[in-house]
C-alpha cells in the first residue's frame, strides 16, 4: 500500500482512527499495520524532520533555561554525533 497524495493520506488517517483499538492479530491486524507503515512513509516523505542548524540548538538550549556557558559544550558534544553533521 502506497499514499500518493493528502487525500489518500486523509482516508488512511480515517480508516487508522477506525482501526485503532482493533486487536493486531485479529483480522483487521495486517490492515492496521499496512495503514501504519503507509502513514509514517507518507508523512517522512512528505514533512520531513530535519536536524537543527548549530544556531537553531543554541536558541533552543536558551529557550530551555540551560546555563549559557553549558551551551558550547553541548552543541559541540550533540553535533559530535553522527545524525546531526
Partial sequence: MKIKDD???AIALARVRELWDCDVDGPDGPEFE???S??????DKRWPIRA???EELEEFLVDQ???P???PA???HL???KDLN
Wanted: neutral net charge; charged residues 35%.
Fill in 38 to 43: 503507509a502513514v509514517s512513509e507518507y508523512e
Fill in 74 to 76: 553541548r552543541v559541540a
Fill in 52 to 54: 537543527p542548524t548549530r
Fill in 69 to 71: 556557558k553549558e551551551i
Fill in 7 to 9: 487525500k489518500e493520506h
Fill in 65 to 67: 533555561g540551560v546555563d
Fill in 79 to 81: 553535533f559530535s554525533k
Fill in 34 to 36: 499496512a495503514l501504519i
